[in-house]
């Protein structure tokens, strides 16, 4: 079963509607996130609905709840599923673009049964495929991932696209990425990037196991040296990258740090459940 929350109802997921009008369709303007649960907990929910104000608020959106109305929703509609879930809020522009702001915006949120990427993925690793490109506007979590799906059709063996514009890495299609290179964790600092929640736990881990990280963007041209490569995000955690284009990163296979970080991951997670 799947749910909608929308104008202060939860209804099935294929009845729930947005009119036509809704600049969300008409120009995709909107914004979301992405949220699972755990043990039927929600992970980092308060930094997902702030990153989530804070998206309509660089995208001109009245933001229509408060925080508290939000999590309420949120947590009604996960008491409703008897599964783990994917909650995905979003905030359209709604119908009206009126002195610069969008000032009518229409609040639903989606619940559904969360879909995990399979073992193989983690035993194994995946390949991303580099592209010269950059997200627009990366502080900001809008429904525009036209890019990520044109440029992941070209190639379909890649498990997601990654950005890296003139050389310089930034992120994935839907992910943060890290490279570790010569004991050091590299990741792209915060104004060039979204601000990735299991980003954020990946670095206080790292912090906490004495880990040398530098916050810079990693070069396509870094990446024989490497040792290992992984992304992170909320539903599939920490996934090892195993090669970016034709470039094999390490050995080829998962490596020792990516391991230990997502081990550490599943077994500490209760502490950033809300």
Sequence with gaps: MALCYMDGQFLPIEKA???????????????????????RRPLMLTPHLERLIRSAAASSIRVPLTMPAMKDVVY???????????????????????????????FFTLFEKVQKP???????????????????????????????????AKCKEAFEILYAPGGEIT???????????????????LSRVLKGTTREIVLQLAE????????????????????????????????????????VIGSGTPGPVTRMLHRTLLEEIIRWLE
Excluded at 77 to 105: M, W
Aim: charged share 25%.
């Design 17 to 39: 509607t947005l009119p036509v009008s809704d600049t969300i369709i008409l120009r995709g303007v909107g914004v979301f996130e992405s949220i699972c649960t755990f043990r």
């Design 76 to 106: 009604e509609g996960i008491a409703k599923l008897q599964d783990e879930c994917l909650v995905r809020p979003y905030i359209t522009g709604g119908d009206i673009f009126l002195d610069g702001q969008f000032p009518s915006p229409r």
């Design 118 to 152: 399979s073992p193989d993925v983690y035993d194994k690793g995946v390949m991303l495929l580099p592209v010269d490109e950059e997200r627009h506007n990366p502080n900001v979590k809008s429904t525009n991932y036209m890019l990520s799906y044109t440029e992941y």
């Design 171 to 189: 992120e994935a299609g839907h992910s943060t990425f890290f490279l570790y290179i010569e004991g050091t964790l590299v990741t792209a600092p």
């Design 208 to 247: 906490e196991k004495g880990m040398k990280v530098e916050q810079r963007t990693p070069l396509l041209s870094e990446l024989p040296r490497a040792q290992e490569a992984f992304i992170t995000g909320s539903m599939k955690e920490i996934v090892p990258v195993v090669r970016i284009g034709q470039q």
